[in-house]
């Protein structure tokens, strides 16, 4: 699978099936970058995936989440997400945001998050 579009939609058909850690193990680099808005960046596969489980793990329940445009150029993907969630010790929220992708031999090497 080389066409960055159809990597796009694999990773989030993975993530709105529950298989988002399956996804991360598979379709991102060793040294990927991962980044919030402006925040810092975090830099390795290990690393970001520990930050993920501590994501996952902060869910309480999963409310429902789509998919509302995705694109990409190039070697870079964009994906608008709405999410409902519920956080441990904060409650219900809807989570907007937007993931802009870079890849590179079909991995993510670089993953920033545009949100509120």
Aim: aromatic share 10%; net charge negative; charged share 35%.
């Amino acid at each position: 699978m080389s066409n960055i579009l159809e990597l796009d939609k694999k990773l989030n058909d993975a993530v709105l099936s529950g298989k988002a850690l399956e996804a991360f193990d598979e379709m991102y680099d060793d040294d990927v970058i991962m980044q919030e808005n402006s925040d810092p960046e975090f830099r390795g596969k290990a690393f970001n995936r520990k930050r993920e489980e501590d994501f996952f793990a902060s869910v309480e329940a999963w409310h429902g989440g789509k998919v509302l445009a995705h694109a990409a150029n190039g070697d870079v993907s964009f994906s608008e997400w709405e999410m409902e969630v519920s956080l441990k010790g904060v409650g219900r929220i809807t989570m907007a945001q937007v993931a802009v992708r870079r890849w590179k031999n079909g991995k993510i090497v670089h993953e920033r998050f545009y949100h509120k």
